[in-house]
């Protein structure tokens, strides 16, 4: 029997729910439904991250990349010439050049997605816990203490079904505002929606990492959600985690361009300067482990002071963008089971080796 995850769901003094568990034996997979025909969604074909009005660096621009993309069949890599080329057989892949990384400022793009969990639930002294047998569950006492001690990682899937595009402001006293929240691009190639996208691998994110013993809150579970980049910030602030992660895929123009970034506050960052150096090491560490473990290109960890969703941060915080939908190859590797364990490992491969630098 496939092994799982027993998830354990209670509620912080917010009312927002929090994961913990163990390995139970149960195949508890995540699967992502279809939009239905008649599903009422806001497109942006190019939108990206916390923001869908452009993008920081341009897709020919200078970042120093490295990996060569896997093959969709086997997972192995191929070398080629040109970074921004793709073979048009499924047995080659993307091309890559360089190993370096660099940093970038300035940009307008924070693709608004905003999504909570959809119901309140209330805080409870006893909480389901499994024994060491797979399958049993019993209750036992939650350890106040000992949870303190755990990491939390607090885990947003980008964007919603229905965009709002009232305007709210970048950063806290900032006078320059943008829409609240879209639905993000679009699969070029498949035509699953970003927001679909983030929360299945949002769902597969939280699996994994309650399965290595960190505790998980989910700002939305639902795509028929309303929740702001401001508000999604706040209530990561408020859940108690260490870290934000907010999951992200890239939109370009380009329909070549392909690759994976994370997106972090520059030092000169007007609103929260002081969470830099820890979002720009975790946003290192996650690019470069999502990159290896998927063998896709390295775009790097880039600098960004506009994104609502990092201004308005009390902790370390990284948007991942995983790949492009308006690749079409990209695309249709991202829609794949395979390839989503990929993404998802490396993601935990880099929170974990964020944890073991910064507290080195």
Known sequence: MASGIFFLAFSNASGKRIYKGKDTGIDN??????????????????????????????????????????????????????????????????????????????????????????????????????????????????????????KMIAIDAGHQSKGNYEKEPIGPGASITKPKVSSGTKGIATGVYEYELTLTIAKKLKKELVKRGYEVFMVRESHKVNYSNKERAEMANESGADIFIRIHADGSENSKAYGASTLYPSKDNPYVPELSADSKLLSQKIVASLSDRTGTKNRGAIARDDMSGINWCGIPVSIIEMGFMTNDKEDKLMQTKEYQKKIVKGICDGIEDYFGESEA
């Open 29 to 150: 997979t995540e699967t992502n439904l279809p939009a239905s025909a008649d599903q009422e969604a806001d497109t942006n074909p190019t939108g990206t991250a916390d923001d869908t009005s452009s993008r920081a660096v341009s897709d020919n621009s200078s970042i120093a990349t490295n990996g060569d993309f896997p093959d969709a069949s086997d997972g192995k890599s191929s070398n080629a010439s040109d970074d921004t080329s793709l073979e048009a057989s499924t047995g080659n892949a993307f091309e890559t050049s360089g190993d370096k990384a660099s940093e970038v400022s300035g940009g307008t793009s924070d693709s608004p997605d905003s999504d909570r969990i959809d119901s309140k639930h209330t805080a409870k002294d006893n909480i389901d816990k499994v024994d060491d047998k797979p399958g049993k569950t019993v209750i036992e006492e939650v350890d106040k203490e000992d949870t303190a001690k755990k």
